[in-house]
């Protein structure tokens, strides 16, 4: 686990996160593609703890958790510039056949 990844699991003293995705450099629209991969993967409640370095991730993810079954628990910025988002996977979504 890198050393962003460490920090962000050590802030979620009140909160479970279950898995933590760590983007960053990676600018839009690469943080919420990897996130929506990675969620397709969890399991309905848990959470994903995303940690990224693009000033406009917050945005992002509140546009992506209005368009998804996703629900956005809370984002804010660090002092370092580093932004911390987590989203609560929501129920999946069938695939048309």
């Known amino acids: 686990m890198s050393g ?3 920090s962000a699991m050590r802030s979620a003293t009140s909160l479970a996160i279950d898995d933590v995705l760590d ?3 990676l600018r839009c629209p690469l943080p919420v ?3 929506a991969a990675r969620l ?3 399991t309905p409640g848990q959470c994903l703890r995303v940690v990224c370095r ?3 991730a917050i945005i992002d993810f509140e546009v992506f958790c209005h368009h998804t079954p996703h629900e956005l628990r809370q984002s804010y910025e660090q ?3 580093v932004y ?3 989203i609560n ?3 999946k979504v069938r695939d048309p056949a």
Do not use: F, P, R
Request: overall charge negative; hydrophobic content about 35%; proline content about 0%.
């Open 4 to 6: 962003l990844q460490n």
């Open 23 to 25: 983007t960053g450099d």
């Open 33 to 35: 593609l990897k996130a």
């Open 40 to 42: 397709k993967t969890m």
């Open 54 to 56: 693009d000033s406009a």
């Open 79 to 81: 002092e370092d510039g």
């Open 84 to 86: 911390v988002i987590d």
């Open 89 to 91: 996977c929501g129920a």
